[in-house]
């Protein structure tokens, strides 16, 4: 037989290729065991076992040339290709198993057999690329063992993987490190069992024997497989990384989504969220919760006078005192504004859901810290109970949101459970509140015009459009009563571009059958002239339908220009810029200066009908007060106009005080578009200097 020996420099080469290799793998494992059933698991997945296969094949080739014999030695590559390609096979599949979910011992077992068996074959087919002649002979017991060993080995090299996959980061390199130092002793234990099971005879010869230099092949393909395995490893680190900061990312994204900025609490999209899954989990098991809407008394007086700052600082204030006063699994959130929601599961009975709202209204007892006072703000509280006051969410808020009413409408600092006889009154506001949305679209929104008159003449000179709403169940709903609810609500932005919208399309419909056309009149409520993009909002829809902005006038109640005089000076000087009209509507109700009067230099100044009505025969004072009123307007240069003129008497003082012009059911009721056009439209009488009017028979027009 012939003797062979060893180079033991490539011998250590071929064991830190196999510790190398199998680091890496460790590596893969963890990260391919995090990726799911992805087509991006299965990329890495192929290049994983592609970089493990070749790891694995690499030591045992360079083991293979560690091994000399006195006769030329060489490898057929096509058999040495087909020895890598069942390394890269067996990687895959170990790969594919180790990072499922679970791995059983049943399944590690059987595992670790087929594995052994495969790396086994790749030996043995790697030692056939030799092709001697004769064949090489094997002594069976060693090579049993050797077949042993692999399967050993697979079966520990997969069990390592699969417990180390979910080790907490820290020293996790270093376990790895320890545990590819073992696997690779066991592979390269495996390879030279395997050559110590050859037997040479002296006859024999090498077919496939080259001039290549062993050592310069040992380090061309160490050298390339280190480099693979390097750049395998790195990208791996790498992606993780990216995967873990686009995870950190994206949690950040997703928490900025359902959580409130200002306090860190839930916001209405997580607590629907959280609603709906304790609906589920409480219909099976038969449980009850319990809904807390908490509204704050007063908060809008100390936006109003110590500024927003200090609004926020009660906010932030109160969600810590709400999350004190219940436990870690339940729900606080902040609902909108000065609005909180807590949603409290597994209530055993209506005393614990008393006792938690007793909490909550102790958790107000000491004052609110505001620069430089301590102010104390009491809470109103309306509470709703699943499955007895609702089966879903919209129902449960809106009879806690209505509970909550009920609390506000009889002395606030108090909590009320929801009653089915609670106040209709309350049901109506919130019927009316999610009704506004559907009455834009469905149609049920639609204008009056009531006309104005000159004093002297008679002459339309203009109109003031007038929201209405009939309602499929509630009827007609007077504007007195969801204005305020829509403001509230924040639908006022909404319902108010209908409006806009609506009055500039019905001047262009008149326009192009060419009928004579008038300024008409729009209400601006406190929310619109807040609002930073009114102007542009207006000019887009007057530039949609070719209106002029002098066509337009808007309204602005007294009250609410004197509410904050400056910026309110900003937003009329901007309609101006734009050529818009303005008025001041239902004045001598407020507390306006002169001299804001003079900086708002708006056209028209309405007085309110309360003092119109105060103009009856032998009333010195009333008509004392409506002539100040016109001569502050005329000197002012300003219109005015007289609103809820209702007799003769009336007309006929305003007009010898010199009022401009009149509106009232003496001379027009309001009413609806076609109704006003043809009005407007009729035979002509006298026409007036101004955008164009038509003088009318006060009699006939008050019976509209």
């Excluded at 790749?122 to 002649?133: L, N, S, V």
């Excluded at 600082?313 to 929601?341: C, M, N, P, Y």
């Excluded at 909550?404 to 409408?409: A, G």
Aim: aromatic residues 8%.
């Amino acid at each position: 037989m012939l003797q062979g020996s060893y180079s033991y420099p490539l011998v250590i080469a071929s064991l830190f290729i196999a510790t190398i290799a199998s680091y890496t793998t460790l590596d893969l494992v963890g990260r391919i065991a995090t990726l799911g059933k992805t087509t991006y698991r299965s990329y890495w997945l192929i290049g994983g076992a592609i970089a493990m296969g070749l790891g694995v094949w690499s030591m045992h080739f360079v083991g293979m040339l560690s091994f000399s014999l006195p006769i030329p030695l060489g490898y057929d590559p096509a058999i040495t290709f087909y020895s890598l390609l069942i390394a890269a096979f067996v990687s895959y599949f170990a790969l594919n198993l180790v990072t499922r979910r679970d791995l059983s011992f049943r399944r590690l077992m059987f595992s670790g057999v087929i594995m052994g068996l495969g790396i086994a074959s790749m030996h043995y087919t790697g030692m056939a690329a030799m092709r001697m002649e004769p064949e090489i002979e094997y002594t069976m017991t060693i090579l049993i063992a050797s077949v042993i060993i692999a399967i050993v080995a697979s079966i520990a090299a997969l069990w390592l993987a699969n417990a180390l996959r979910g080790t907490q980061p820290g020293r996790l390199w270093l376990r790895r490190l320890g545990a590819a130092l073992l696997m690779g002793l066991a592979i390269t234990g495996m390879h030279y069992t395997g050559m110590a099971a050859a037997k040479f005879p002296t006859d024999s010869i090498c077919r496939a024997a080259s001039d290549i230099s062993a050592s310069w092949l040992a380090v061309s393909v160490s050298g390339a497989t280190l480099s693979i395995l390097a750049i395998t490893v790195i990208l791996s680190v790498l992606d993780a990384r990216l995967e873990s900061r686009t995870n950190r990312f994206v949690e950040r994204l997703q928490h900025q989504a359902t959580h409130d900025a200002l306090t860190g609490l839930p916001n209405r999209t997580f607590l629907v969220d959280r609603m709906q899954a304790a609906i589920a989990s409480s219909s099976t098991g038969g449980k009850r919760f319990a809904v807390y809407f908490i509204d704050l008394d007063g908060f809008k007086s100390i936006n109003d006078s110590f500024g927003h700052n200090s609004g926020d600082a009660v906010l932030k204030d109160l969600a810590q005192r709400l999350r004190s006063v219940v436990r870690k699994h339940d729900t606080v959130a902040r609902f909108g504004g000065d609005e909180f929601i807590l949603l409290v599961e597994d209530i055993p009975d209506i005393g614990a859901a008393a006792q938690i709202a007793e909490k909550v209204l102790a958790s107000f007892w000491n004052d609110f810290e505001l620069p430089g006072v301590r102010m104390p703000i009491s809470p109103s509280i309306g509470i709703s109970i699943y499955p007895h006051d609702g089966d879903n969410v919209d129902d449960l808020l809106s009879r806690a949101d209505a509970a909550m009413y009920e609390v506000k409408s009889s002395g606030r600092n108090n909590y009320r459970f929801y009653e089915r006889s609670m106040n209709a009154a309350t049901l109506r506001k919130i019927t009316i509140q999610q009704s506004l949305v559907s009455a834009m679209k469905d149609g049920q929104f639609f204008l009056h015009y009531q006309p104005k008159f000159t004093c002297a003449d008679r002459t339309i000179l203009g109109a003031e459009a007038l929201l209405r709403w009939q309602h499929p169940e509630l009827g007609m709903v007077s504007p007195v009563e969801f204005i305020p609810i829509a403001e509230r609500s924040g639908q006022i932005i909404r319902v108010g571009q209908w409006v806009i919208e609506e009055v500039c399309q019905q001047l262009n419909a008149w326009r192009a059958k060419e009928l004579q056309i008038v300024r008409i009149a729009i209400n601006l409520s406190q929310i619109q002239l807040r609002s930073p993009s009114l102007v542009e909002d207006i000019l887009g829809v007057t530039e949609r339908y070719g209106i002029v902005p002098a066509m337009l006038m808007f309204e602005i109640t007294e009250s609410v220009a004197m509410e904050n005089a400056e910026e309110t000076r900003k937003t009329i000087d901007k309609l101006k810029e734009a050529g818009f009209n303005l008025a001041i509507d239902d004045f001598g109700t407020g507390y306006s200066s002169l001299s804001h009067l003079q900086e708002f230099g708006v056209h028209q100044m309405k007085i309110d009908r309360a003092f119109v009505q105060s103009l009856v025969a032998g009333d010195k004072k009333g008509r004392s007060i409506v002539s100040a009123i016109i001569g502050l307007a005329h000197t002012l240069d300003m219109e005015v106009v007289a609103e809820g003129v209702e007799t003769h008497a009336q007309l006929e003082m305003l007009r010898e005080l010199g009022c401009d012009q009149t509106q009232g059911f003496l001379l027009a009721k309001p009413m609806l578009g076609a109704d006003f056009i043809q009005l407007l439209n009729a035979p002509p009488g006298n026409h007036a200097d101004d955008i164009g009017g038509r003088a009318v028979n006060p009699t006939s027009a008050s019976m509209m």
